[in-house]
Every structure is written in C-alpha cells, then in structure tokens.
C-alpha cells in the first residue's frame, strides 16, 4: 500500500514539509532543516558551475562552501517568495556575483576552518564532474540543466524518505522503477509475487507513488512561489531542461 490515504491529497500534505515554507518558519530546528535539505540537494549544481567557470577542484570546493555560507548568513531562503524570476535564474545571478566579488585570498582562508554548511565530497563531486559531457553550453545553460536533475533528484529522495518512515521502504525499492517507464505486461504480477499481494493492487499503488511524486516536483520547482501562473512557467522550464 502507497504511504498516504484517498482522504489526504499529497498535494497539500507535501506543502508542509516544502523547505522553502520551512526556510519561513521562525523556529530555529525547522528553519536548520529547510537549509540541510536545500544544502544537500542543491550544492553539487553550484559546484559543477563554479567549476565550469575555470576553477580548481580545491578552489571550487571552498567557494561552493562559502556561497552557501552567505546565503545562510543572509537567510535568503527566508526571500524566495519575493522573486519574480525562475528560482534556478535567481540562483544563478546570485551566484555570479558572488564569484565576481570573492577573492582567492579571502577564500583561501576559509579552508579547514569555521562551520562547513555544505557537506561536500570533492572525490565524489568529481567524479561526478568527470562524467558531465564535452558541450559548448554556457556555464549558465549548464547550471540549468544540472539543476532540474537535482530537483528531480531531491523529490526522489524525499520520497523515499515517505516511504521508509512508514515502514514502506521495500514497497518503495519494488516499484519506483516504474516512476519513469511503463509496465510492460507481467511486471506488475511479479512485483505483486514479491510483495505477496495482487498485480491489480500494484497498479493501484504505482499511481500513487506517480501521484506522489509529481505533486514532491511541483513543490520543489514551486520553491514557495503562491502564483499558480509562475508555478506553471516553472514545471514547464524544467520539462524543457530535462528533455534537453
């Protein structure tokens, strides 16, 4: 059975947990939390742009922690709902111009000192940079692109996450391949064998998990937007950048 019942749309039961409407709240825990999540999620775009611009592993690894640090200092994801631009554009130019700004030497002296906001692994995040492929994009147009995969990325996990906390986590394993192809027939009486229930309730619960997840996407695209009309600019950029 999927983690939510007929009677609690995931719609509104996920928009409590936006980490932007967290970023809002005045109490210090659940404002620390909206910032572990948009921290975790969304570093490793920051990164890959930083490093696109010229730097240096050591050197991007430092201005990443750093950029995060100042927009915690700032508590700018307290402001996000003021914007009137596409959050990944808003980022972007704010992370410009901190790269404009920064000063080797000033963050030079930030290594292996003072609170690291971002959790980053420089093996993995090249690694991960290694695999990125050879294209004339702008660094801009490639922070776009690593950005809706970390959006869809992050809703993922936060899926996941619904899952195991309601003790649903091997529901989970089992069909969450079936969030981005479709059964073909026979898949859905062998994972129903597996869980030991009915093909039929497998379907049932692949489009809730579909559900689910779509409505976990739209508020982490939504990032705190109220305007529906911007919402829908937002879902259709990121369709956009992921069919790219």
Excluded: C
């Excluded at 690291?116 to 776009?144: C, I, R």
């Excluded at 936060?158 to 073909?184: H, M, N, P, W």
Aim: negative net charge.
């Amino acid at each position: 059975m999927p983690p939510h019942s007929d009677e609690s749309p995931p719609s509104a039961r996920f928009a409590t947990t936006r980490w932007t409407l967290l970023g809002n709240a005045g109490e210090a825990s659940r404002r620390d939390k909206a910032w572990e999540h948009f921290s975790r999620s969304y570093w490793y775009p920051v990164y890959a742009y930083i490093r696109r611009r010229g730097h240096g592993p050591d050197n991007a690894s430092d201005l990443t922690q750093a950029f995060f640090a100042k927009l915690i200092e700032q508590d700018w994801l307290s402001k996000v709902e003021q914007r009137d631009a596409r959050f990944s554009t808003l980022l972007v130019t704010i992370l410009k111009n901190f790269l404009i700004k920064s000063h080797h030497r000033e963050t030079a002296q930030k290594r292996g000192g003072g609170e690291k906001p971002v959790s980053l692994d420089l093996a993995h995040a090249e690694h991960w940079f290694g695999q990125e492929p050879a294209t004339p994009d702008a660094p801009e147009a490639f922070f776009e692109k690593r950005w809706a995969h970390a959006v869809m990325e992050a809703a993922l996990a936060r899926l996941r996450e619904e899952y195991d906390s309601t003790g649903k986590g091997k529901v989970f394993e089992a069909i969450s391949q079936f969030l981005y192809r479709e059964a073909v027939p026979g898949d859905y009486d062998a994972v129903g064998e597996q869980l030991g229930i009915h093909g039929r309730s497998v379907a049932v619960a692949v489009y809730r998990m579909r559900t689910d997840f779509r409505a976990m996407v739209r508020n982490e695209v939504a990032a705190g937007l109220r305007d529906d009309s911007l919402v829908e600019e937002e879902m259709k950029s990121l369709v956009e950048l992921l069919g790219t």
